[in-house]
Nanobody, 126 residues
Framework: VQLQASGGGLVQAGGSLRLSCAAS????????VGWFRQVPGKEREFVAA????????NYVEFVKGRFTISRDNAKNTVYLQMNSLKPEDTAVYYC????????????????????WGQGTQVTVSS
């Protein structure tokens, strides 16, 4: 599967962005999908993930209540709605796919994900 992340940009603190992760080559329904982010000099960190069915989600604590992950398997796309953005959310955001069972809780460890898209830059100004 190939993944294409998009939707990043420059936004003021308190604003919103919606990232999209479009899959091609194989149906995204075959995979749990996660979003990760990375800033220069730091390791890639987990943000959110969603199970193949969409029935189970997993968020890192510092985005709970602000970010929402969702998926539309018919459109082969996974989304990350980001609200109440903070300057510390500035990073390159990556989506990744993990081959799991249908209802398996999505994982938070980057090494569990086999397929990665290119990143999309999110910059939040203060």
């Amino acid at each position: 599967v190939q993944l294409q992340a998009s939707g990043g940009g420059l936004v003021q603190a308190g604003g919103s962005l919606r990232l999209s992760c479009a899959a091609s080559g194989r149906a995204v329904s075959n995979y749990a999908v996660g979003w990760f982010r990375q800033v220069p000099g730091k390791e890639r960190e987990f943000v959110a993930a969603i199970s193949r069915s969409g029935g189970s989600t997993n968020y890192v604590e510092f985005v709970k209540g602000r970010f929402t992950i969702s998926r539309d398997n018919a459109k082969n796309t996974v989304y990350l709605q980001m609200n109440s953005l903070k300057p510390e959310d500035t990073a390159v955001y990556y989506c990744a796919a993990d081959r799991t069972t249908w209802g398996q809780t999505p994982r938070a460890v980057p090494e569990e994900y086999n397929y990665w898209g290119q990143g999309t830059q999110v910059t939040v100004s203060s």
